[in-house]
């Protein structure tokens, strides 16, 4: 007898025939022809294991044969009880599990002992192009029913093939699926394709929980390499570093910027690198400090930008100034003075402190303040002053222009 079962899910409905009646039947069904108890009357307990830059599958597939095979707990909001779902990884292969009311889980990656087939290939579910390779396993095929080891018997083994000569599974630009996997005669024909009633299908976010199977965008994000903790001296002329970025959810073109280039003396600026279509890349940056730069720690913000959605996602460089040399300044109180008279000059180090200054040169010093008396013409270079806080030290060399006399007759 021949059920119609209707589905509505996230506004998509989409009627199909079943050739079985109902869940229990179909797994009598399977334990009276091949005698393996069917793992779906246990506590769902499997688990995908998800990396942090995989991107998750959603939807639900149909077979004419087993019904509705569901991808992600979180389309039926069950994954308090029961948390799986497949994932599409960086390297395009696809992990984890599906489920089926009817023959339980379906794995995807993991497995070995591949079948052969007209136009197969014997590894696990990859994405080669945009065309779905490889085989999935319901794992109830298995001897152990746990997708490892032998067939249950002859009559099944639980293999669902991918792509074959006349067959195949694609993705395509919006992250939707479409066409069939085979699963021989107990799992049939199975329907991957998206249906975009009722949704943009130019939208790549649109990824619903509904008839079809596709992948959802990742939230944008990034990471940088370990960034070398920088210490500068204050006046620092600059160093450059380079940085690795691992993007997330971005195999677009990403932008980089730097949204705090000055914070407390420390300057930071980004010369190099890009990361145009590809979620690796490299860049370096250049981080000065000025002479007003107070000892500690500096905190900086990176920010990338994917060009293609426009998120923003924001990481941090963490700099260290260490002032090995004070930076001081000697200023004398005039630019030019005439000959036999006297320059006065003034020592400063252009941070906050204490400091006891020494003079070399000079007619007479008091603490940041020296004298000198010149009686030839000349650029004067010949005082200096050392500053000093009792840790660190810095030197300036005081200038100063000396004119000769003009006599005028009359």
Not at 30 to 51: D, N, Y
Not at 54 to 75: P, R, T
Not at 213 to 221: A, P
Not at 389 to 399: L, W
């Amino acid at each position: 007898m021949l059920h119609v079962r209707d589905m509505s899910l996230y506004g998509h409905k989409r009627t199909r025939k079943v050739m079985l009646a109902g869940s229990m039947s179909l797994a009598l069904f399977l334990f009276g022809i091949i005698g393996v108890e069917v793992p779906f009357l246990h506590t769902p307990i499997i688990e995908a294991q998800q990396a942090s830059d995989a991107q998750e599958l959603h939807g639900y597939a149909w077979s004419d044969n087993i019904g509705w095979i569901s991808f992600n707990c979180a389309d039926s909001a069950v994954c308090a009880t029961s948390d799986y779902k497949v994932v599409l990884n960086t390297d395009k292969t696809l992990t984890g599990y599906a489920w089926s009311d009817n023959i339980g889980w379906i794995r995807f990656g993991g497995l070995s002992g591949f079948p052969s087939g007209a136009g197969t290939q014997a590894i696990n579910a990859k994405i080669t192009g945009n065309t779905l390779k490889g085989w999935a396993r319901a794992c109830a095929g298995s001897s152990s029913a746990d997708c490892t080891g032998l067939s249950a018997d002859t009559t099944w083994d639980g293999w669902i093939s991918l792509s074959g000569s006349t067959y195949g599974v694609a993705l395509d630009a919006q992250n939707h699926f479409s066409g069939y996997a085979w699963g021989g005669d107990i799992v049939g024909w199975v329907d991957w394709t998206f249906d975009t009633a009722g949704v943009d299908p130019q939208d790549p976010e649109n990824c619903q929980g509904g008839a079809g199977v596709c992948v959802s965008e990742l939230v944008f994000s990034f990471t940088l390499s370990d960034v070398p903790l920088v210490s500068l001296d204050a006046g620092d002329a600059g160093k450059t570093i380079s940085v690795d970025v691992n993007a997330i959810g971005g195999n677009e073109g990403i932008d980089f910027a730097v949204t705090s280039p000055s914070q407390g003396g420390i300057s930071l600026s980004r010369t190099s690198g890009s990361c145009t279509n590809s979620n690796n890349c490299s860049f370096t940056l250049d981080i000065s400090a000025d002479s007003n730069a107070s000892d500690g720690r500096y905190t900086l913000n990176i920010e990338a930008v994917s060009s293609e959605t426009g998120a923003t996602a924001y990481e941090l460089v963490t700099i260290s100034v260490t002032s090995i040399t004070l930076p001081v300044v000697c200023t004398p109180d005039k630019a030019r003075i005439r000959i036999g008279q006297t320059a006065t000059f003034t020592a400063n180090v252009t941070r906050s402190g204490s400091y006891a200054y020494t003079w070399t040169g000079a007619d007479a010093a008091s603490d940041a303040t020296a004298t000198k008396q010149y009686t030839t013409a000349g650029t004067k270079s010949d005082v200096s002053v050392q500053a000093t806080d009792g840790t660190r030290t810095g030197t300036a060399v005081c200038s100063v222009g000396v004119a000769t006399i003009v006599i005028e007759e009359f």
